[in-house]
Nanobody, 128 residues
C-alpha cells in the first residue's frame, strides 16, 4: 500500500524555523507531483505549496510566499521537504503531504481534490 509519512513538526517560537519532511513508500513517487497543505483548528484544510515531479516548478500560497520553500530529492524515495522560516502563530496547523501522478497534469495542484494520496500529518505549533 502506498504511504506518505510526514515528520519534522514541533513547537517553535515566532520567528523560528522548522523543516518538514515527507517520505514516500514507493519509488514510483518520483513521477508524482507533490504538495503540502495545512489545517488549523476549526478551519478547512488549505493549500501551502506544490512541486512538480521533476522539481522544475513550484507554487506557493500567498500567505507563505517568501517564507516557506518546497523542495524534493527523488534519489531518496521521493522525500519532499518544506522549509518553514519566519514562522508566525497563524502558521500553527497540522501539515499534510499529498501526491498525484504527473500524467494528470499540473493545472490544479493548488486544489485539495487534485491529489490521490495523503499522509497522516505533522503538527506545527508556533508560540507568540
Amino acid at each position: 500500500q502506498v504511504q506518505l509519512v510526514e515528520s519534522g513538526g514541533g513547537l517553535v517560537q515566532a520567528g523560528g524555523s522548522l523543516r518538514l519532511s515527507c517520505a514516500a513508500s514507493r519509488r514510483t513517487f518520483t513521477t508524482y507531483n507533490m504538495g503540502w497543505f495545512r489545517q488549523a483548528p476549526g478551519k478547512e484544510r488549505e493549500f501551502v505549496a506544490t512541486i512538480t515531479w521533476s522539481g522544475d516548478s513550484t507554487y506557493y500560497a500567498d500567505s507563505v510566499k517568501g517564507r516557506f520553500t518546497i523542495s524534493r530529492d527523488n534519489a531518496k524515495n521521493t522525500v519532499v521537504y518544506l522549509q518553514l522560516n519566519s514562522l508566525k502563530p497563524e502558521d500553527t496547523a497540522v501539515y499534510y503531504c499529498a501526491a498525484v501522478p504527473s500524467y494528470r497534469g499540473s493545472g490544479r495542484l493548488g486544489y485539495e481534490g487534485a491529489y490521490d494520496y495523503w499522509g497522516q500529518g505533522t503538527q506545527v505549533t508556533v508560540s507568540s
